[in-house]
């Protein structure tokens, strides 16, 4: 069963000692119960999968352990109201493959997370864990082994795409007195989480990863960057290290190969431009991790000036995949060369986190080139309570909102770049028609200005100057020539910056003003909030037709501005009103009006 | 160890019994113990002044200044450079906390699905704004960008402990237990 950060939060921990107690209470010897990573289907967090028949439970609560080990562990008969029930087809589902939100994807790198128990090496060995890797020691040469890589066409899953073998390969042939490999842990895209469950669900595959890299490159030391915010996944990480280290995997002369190799962890600090190579390099010297100007590339000189290979989590989590599987396999999955990329298309699978206002929130992986409509709606389920979908918002706070005439757009690097927006890390938010776009425009420039470490001008002081004229829009005040004068500025940000940061920041202005403009006309030019959201915007009354005077909205005003007496109609005082919209969720018969 | 006297002395009023804060027995020795004890498991590297932060705010639950100063001393590191990295990463704070800590998630997850509202339901409950602590130190409030839970959007930490789901209705129940 899960008991990844998500499904912690769904009461999975005691979920988890409930089956434990009741297994020891019932002396089934033959069961074995797991504590695995993240299964993906978050939504309906706490999963349990009873194998080898795959029933999959969801919404699991410590009261129902007892019926299930009663029912179908002892008789093999199922709990059918906890079997997961299929929207489309009103019938519920037995088995874990065959609920539609699975069977559409292409777990290459989650499949394992729901079959091992992350603390325990001995179930990632069972596997053929570190099988690639001992084939890599004992009969390749790292030239070889860079070839494969460079064949397979893996890109970098962090959000840049590029293709990893050519950067093993400069690193391997640059000049320096050490080289270092690195893994980019630090997953600040808000909204995104694939590599929190790869590090927490099945870190040997990353370690695995990593030793193959550092084999190839010809590098002795090795560092693990992950974000202090995950302390789940560093737990996992310094557990999966230590075994690995007991097992002969890591440390001097790996599985008798000659080859010395170790890897440390270090926690980062929250500071999203820490995700940048040459500022992640800076934290780890322990600088503030500002980036510089890579005029040479960290691959040439890197962390401590030598020649430094760093890969995202994802990325090194397929290198084993790759060399087990050879690179004709894996260049079968993805796409071709679809729009002219000097690198070939998109091969493999890419892990997004599919969340907002979807059906079906978690973590999917699917072949590169699957469209995003049959991301969001078969798979994800669509958009609930029957609203309209409004737009897709990919790539992190440097991506872009993709609208629904976009939908057919395979994923895949190159076309989401030409759509403005981009792969970047694999977040996937989906937004309805309750989402404002100049709202989130707003949101994720806010965030950057944050986030921005304040080394050039460009990016300091343009994305401050565009936070201030879009919190002027969004409060009302908006200027005719605004949307022109953030244009203007969001080019010069982006063509300015030293760093991917400031040179991707205004995507998410560029695109809502791209697709959305007639949003942010309504709100320059009549003072409105089409979506509802912006508080100053917003007016909250009475429709006198439809309130019964059930005093709903009264007992939930906060601020004691709603008048009226049961059974008649009610009235909001509006000099009062905090515009929180307490009263518009708890009106069941549509009498608030705003 | 004036410096560290004072501190102590000023945090043992604030944070009176706090749970988790090892409080140095007497004088400021044990304070400048525990540091040793954190550069020490560093090997006194330079380059590893962001883990060793961590540690001594792991233990503190913030920077104490004077413990920044011993440190700046003992790794021959001046002081502003401490600063610029106490102030640069956002997990470093400089004053103390209150008994809870509230971390609200305002991820683009959790944005979407009306953390915001949350966000001003909290505050109308225990009557500050993100980024402070309420008088009476029982709660320290802030927001971070993304906890990694999106799947069960809104969500907030108390006490390293995950509340998901969050609804702007029912939020302030939530926080009656955290005395």
């Not at chain 2, 006194?44 to 792991?58: E, K, N, T, V």
């Not at chain 2, 402990?161 to 969050?166: D, F, I, K, T």
Request: glycine share 12%; net charge positive.
């Amino acid at each position: 069963m899960c008991t990844d950060t998500g499904c912690r939060a769904c009461d999975s921990a005691n979920v988890y000692e409930a089956f434990k107690r009741e297994i020891a209470r019932e002396r089934l010897r033959r069961v074995d119960v797991k504590a695995t990573g993240c299964h993906g289907f978050c939504e309906k967090g706490a999963l349990v999968v009873i194998h080898p028949r795959t029933i999959l439970y969801t919404q699991v609560k410590p009261l129902d352990v007892p019926e299930i080990v009663a029912k179908t562990i002892k008789k093999g008969e199922l709990v059918e109201r906890l079997l997961y029930l299929d929207p489309a087809t009103g019938k519920r589902v037995e088995l874990e493959g065959e609920v539609p939100y699975y069977r559409r994807q292409m777990r290459l790198i989650l499949g394992n997370n729901s079959k091992i128990d992350p603390a325990d090496i001995r179930d990632y060995l069972a596997l053929d864990g570190y099988e690639a890797l001992r084939r890599v020691l004992e009969s390749r040469k790292p030239r070889g082994v860079i070839d494969t890589i460079r064949k397979s066409g893996l890109r970098g899953r962090g959000g840049g795409g590029f293709p990893t073998g050519i950067k093993w390969e400069t690193a391997r042939k640059a000049k320096g007195r050490k080289r270092f490999v690195i893994c980019n842990a630090d997953e600040g895209d808000p909204g995104a989480f694939m590599d929190r469950s790869i590090c927490e669900g099945n870190p040997h595959s990353v370690i695995e990863g990593i030793i193959i890299g550092a084999y190839a490159v010809g590098a002795h030391e090795g560092f693990i960057y992950v974000r202090n915010e995950y302390p789940l996944a560093v737990e996992a990480l310094t557990t999966a290290l230590a075994q690995a280290r007991e097992c002969g995997l890591l440390g001097s002369d790996i599985l008798g190969s000659g080859f010395s190799f170790d890897i440390s962890i270090s926690r980062g600090g929250g500071a999203f431009v820490c995700g940048e190579s040459t500022a992640l390099m800076a934290s780890l010297e322990g600088k503030p991790g500002e980036p510089r100007a890579k005029y040479v590339h960290t691959v040439k000189k890197g962390l401590w000036e030598q020649p430094t290979v760093l890969n995202n989590v994802e990325t090194w989590a397929n290198v084993p995949k790759i060399i087990l599987g050879g690179p004709a396999w894996y260049t079968k999955i993805g796409t071709g060369d679809v729009s002219g990329s000097p690198w070939g298309g998109s091969k493999g699978t890419k892990i997004f986190s599919l969340v907002g206002k979807v059906v079906n929130t978690g973590l999917v992986e699917v072949p590169m080139g699957m469209t995003l409509r049959e991301i969001i709606f078969d798979i994800g389920g669509g958009v609930p309570k029957g609203k309209r979908f409004k737009a897709v918002q990919t790539g992190g706070p440097s991506g872009g909102c993709l609208p629904e005439s976009l939908l057919d757009l395979p994923v895949d690097f190159d076309a989401l770049t030409g759509a403005g927006s981009m792969m970047g890390s694999g977040g996937m938010i989906v937004m309805d028609e309750d989402t404002c776009m100049v709202d989130v425009a707003k949101y994720f420039i806010d965030f950057l200005k944050d986030e921005s470490c304040g080394k050039c001008l460009p990016c300091r002081e343009g994305l401050r100057a565009l936070l201030e004229i879009l919190s002027r829009i969004v409060e009302g005040r908006g200027k005719k020539g605004d949307i022109r004068l953030l244009e203007e500025i969001s080019e010069g940000v982006a063509a300015t910056s030293l760093c991917a940061l400031g040179g991707s920041a205004p995507n998410p202005v560029l695109t809502t003003i791209r697709y959305f403009r007639d949003e942010y006309e309504a709100h320059i030019r009549r003072k409105q909030c089409p979506a509802g959201v912006c508080k100053p915007l917003l007016h909250f009354s009475v429709i006198p037709e439809h309130c019964t005077g059930c005093r709903a909205c009264f007992k939930v005003c906060p601020a004691s501005c709603i008048t009226g007496k049961a059974k008649e109609i009610h009235v909001i005082d509006e000099t009062k009103c905090i515009r929180c919209g307490a009263c518009f969720d708890a009106c069941r018969f549509e009498a608030i009006a705003r | 160890m004036s410096d560290a006297g004072s501190m102590r002395t000023i945090r043992d009023v604030l944070l009176p019994g706090r749970a988790g804060v090892a409080a140095p027995a007497s004088g400021g020795v044990s304070g400048e113990r525990a540091v040793q004890r954190i550069l020490e498991s560093h090997g006194r590297m330079a380059s590893q002044i962001i883990a060793i932060l961590q540690d001594l705010q792991a233990l503190r639950q913030y920077l104490p200044e004077a413990e920044l100063r011993l440190i700046s001393r003992e790794l021959d590191v001046p002081l502003t450079r401490l600063y610029a990295i106490a102030t640069f990463y956002k997990a470093f704070r400089l004053v103390p906390r209150g008994r809870h800590e509230i971390s609200l998630c305002t991820g683009t997850a959790c944005h979407v699905r009306g953390a915001m509202r949350v966000k001003d339901a909290i505050e109308r409950e225990i009557k500050i704004a993100a980024g402070g602590t309420t008088l009476d130190m029982r709660f320290s409030f802030e927001t971070i960008r993304c906890l990694g839970c999106c799947g069960q959007a809104p969500v907030m930490m108390v006490d390293g402990e995950l509340v998901s789901r969050l609804d702007h209705l029912t939020v302030g129940k939530a926080l009656e237990k955290y005395k």
